[in-house]
């Protein structure tokens, strides 16, 4: 029962033993043995075979005697008196979790695809027959509960550092069965043992299969566990601990050598002991470093790098930080579309003027991922008005200072223009074109100070421009007369009252409200119970009460042909906003009758 045999050979002499570890194949023989014995037997086996471990059922059921295979958890009432159905299904289970727990030792830290679908499944199948009274009477709670917590360590093991979602939904649904008295301590013990070596180190860390690694696991996941916290007459509770000593750092990070921060780039992993290569996108948990030949940076917005870890010293410095350094390309655009050359084409040429840095750029074969190409070979062959030269500049730009996730928001705000020209705009889209102005106007948005913003405030000027334009075009097209937008400006100004109850004194139709609020939004007036604008109003005053409700500048700027539409202003800082008709430079008078304008 505590054999520790390790043997990379199936010499005749390992044969041997490997019988002498086999489960009896007759009903008199298995009388004589208790189960968690074969737990234990099935588990030294595996051990004792290690090369023939194989990720699969039908290697389990290899293990298991033709007589409990046919037997376990079958019904009572059908089958012969002399035959033990407890012990046959106690047999049933101990064996195969001993089969799981010499496979989990085997493809610790792996992750092996096909070790971890036969572990889940037999888990799932471990918590079935609990949950099920027939068979938790025919194979005993307390059995059930062992071979459970064994078969989930060893998923565990296997998935160590991946934090794999479905164990861990296996290992929460576990965990939550505090209210069940049947559920001890060792069960608890071995469900939080599970779940700390699935996010070991949080998830920088897995699991050796070196041979000490694999016998510090087996002292720290023995199958039999404690009732209580100071039991220790089958297994010291310390030995549980000694799965650090098979812990190593496994973390594969990419790292911007410019930026100094963690990137997400495509890495192909090639292992001697696979022989496919593995494609994962860092930062990942790769396989033990020793068996790891060559790592590939392959991603189209990094240059390419090809570490070879059969140097030693390689493999040695990466194994300790775990740390690769990519560079990122500068990218510019190289548009063929049909010329052999691949020559930059002369509306892409012009379109470039203006563009930061692009007199530091060279042209280079496809260095951004294809996605990029492809949607500028559509900009630029387009014969869409949508794509203006400006716009075109703009996509250059994100492409060569490598943002294009910028450009998203640039589609959707010159989308939210044109619509606005079509009358087909939401008030909500308003909202995020003036959302998206103030963060551009701000000095707080850029993440790192110096480095360029990702929306220029020359793009959103254009953009405001455009709507400024398309509202005046539609305050032309839909009101009339021509002061109609006055006179509702002039009657929202002055309803608001003290607490803003008074309503809008005149009946608008849909269109004349769809426009009010356009205005008001676009020229970020502030609603009339706030503003509260009387005849005594002078300007200083309604500058110094903008700027304690934290108006900007611009804002009043714009208020105030607004509020020369509903009164008479003079521009003195001594007068008020009453019935004083405007003073001129050269002394004469003359009457305030401005229409707003963009």
């Given amino acids: 029962n505590n054999c520790t045999v390790m043997c990379t050979t199936t010499t005749d002499v390992v044969r041997d033993v490997a019988l002498k570890l086999d489960a009896p194949e007759t009903h008199f023989e298995l009388n004589g043995i208790r189960p968690d014995f074969l737990l234990l037997r099935a588990m030294s086996r595996g051990l004792v075979m290690w090369d023939e471990i194989r990720p699969s059922q039908d290697w389990i059921e290899g293990h298991i005697p033709k007589i409990v295979k046919q037997n376990a958890f079958k019904d009572t009432q059908s089958q012969d008196s002399s035959i033990d159905i407890r012990t046959l299904s106690q047999t049933y289970v101990c064996i195969v979790a001993g089969c799981c727990l010499a496979m989990g030792l085997c493809f610790a830290g792996t992750s092996n695809e096909d070790a971890y679908h036969c572990l889940l499944d037999n888990a799932r199948f471990m918590l079935a027959k609990i949950n099920n009274l027939l068979s938790a009477e025919q194979a005993g709670r307390v059995c059930l509960e062992m071979c459970l917590n064994t078969v989930v360590l060893s998923l ?33 013990m071995a469900t939080h043992m599970s779940l700390g070596l699935l996010f070991l180190g949080g998830g920088r860390y897995s699991l050796s299969r070196s041979n000490k690694a694999v016998a510090a696991l087996l002292c720290a996941l023995h199958p039999i566990f404690p009732l209580s916290s100071s039991d220790n007459r089958y297994h010291l509770q310390a030995f549980r601990h000694l799965y650090v000593l098979a812990s190593e750092p496994r973390i594969l990070v990419t790292q911007d050598i410019d ?92 379109s470039l003027t203006g563009v930061r840095g692009v007199a530091q750029l060279q042209c280079e074969e496809n260095s951004f991922d294809p996605q990029t190409r492809t949607l500028g070979h559509y900009i630029l062959s387009s014969e869409n008005k949508f794509w203006s030269n400006l716009f075109v500049s703009a996509f250059v730009e994100c492409v060569v200072e490598e943002k294009m996730q910028v450009f998203t928001a640039l589609v959707q705000l010159e989308k939210l223009v044109s619509e606005l020209s079509q009358a087909q705009h939401m008030m909500v889209d308003v909202w995020q074109l003036l959302l998206a102005t103030e963060f551009v106007g701000s000095t707080e948005h850029c993440a790192f100070p110096g480095t360029a913003p990702l929306l220029t405030e020359d793009h959103m000027d254009h953009l405001w421009m455009k709507a400024l334009g398309a509202l005046q075009d539609l305050c032309h097209k839909h009101l009339k007369p021509d002061t109609r937008m006055n006179e509702l400006l002039q009657s929202y100004l002055s309803c608001g009252g003290r607490d803003g109850s008074e ?26 119970h706030i503003t509260q604008v009387t005849p005594q109003t002078t300007v200083p005053d309604l500058y110094t009460k903008m700027d304690a409700l934290g108006v900007p500048v611009d804002a009043v700027v714009r208020m105030l042909p607004l509020l020369l539409v509903q009164l008479p202003i003079n521009v003195s800082s001594g007068m008020a906003l009453g019935h004083t008709p405007l003073q001129t430079g050269t002394g004469t008078t003359t009457e305030c009758n401005m229409e707003l304008g963009p």
């Fill in 259 to 350: 930026t100094g921060q963690a990137c997400c780039v495509d890495v192909v992993v090639t292992a001697s002991s696979d022989p496919h290569h593995m494609r994962v996108s860092s930062p990942c948990i790769v396989p033990e470093w020793s068996s790891i030949d060559k790592i590939e940076v392959c991603s189209p917005g990094y240059w390419s790098i090809r570490l070879e870890l059969s140097n030693a010293t390689v493999r040695k410095a990466l194994s300790h930080s775990g740390i690769i350094y990519v560079k990122k390309r500068n990218s510019m655009l190289i548009c063929d579309l049909g010329t052999e050359s691949g020559s930059v084409l002369p509306r892409l040429a012009a």
């Fill in 156 to 188: 565990a093991v296997v998935m160590s550092g991946s934090g794999d979602l479905e164990v861990m939904r296996l290992v929460r649904r576990l965990r939550s069965r505090v209210w069940q008295t049947e559920v001890m301590y060792g069960s608890h």
């Fill in 503 to 528: 309503r809008f004194p005149l009946a608008l139709t849909p269109i004349e409200a769809s426009l009010l609020t356009l205005t008001l939004l676009l020229h970020k007036i502030p609603p009339p």
